[in-house]
């Protein structure tokens, strides 16, 4: 019984949460182009994506040696 009960309130609150998206994609005006962004692109991203790299290939290198 505490299974289902989980369940439909796992449900009510996905189907609201997919109500609020519909409704704000029908909200959207058609000639805004939302993948268009004003802001320039940021060079942080590939900082830490290469921070990351150089980190878990050492502790590769310190786990196999």
Do not use: K
């Amino acid at each position: 019984l505490v299974l289902v009960f989980l369940y439909v309130n796992d449900i009510a609150g996905n189907a609201s949460y997919m109500y609020d998206l519909i409704r704000r994609t029908m909200e959207t005006p058609l000639d805004r182009n939302i993948g268009d962004s004003s802001q320039p692109y940021q060079n942080e991203d590939y900082l830490t994506i290469m921070i990351a790299i150089v980190a878990g290939a050492m502790v590769v290198i310190v786990v196999i040696f």
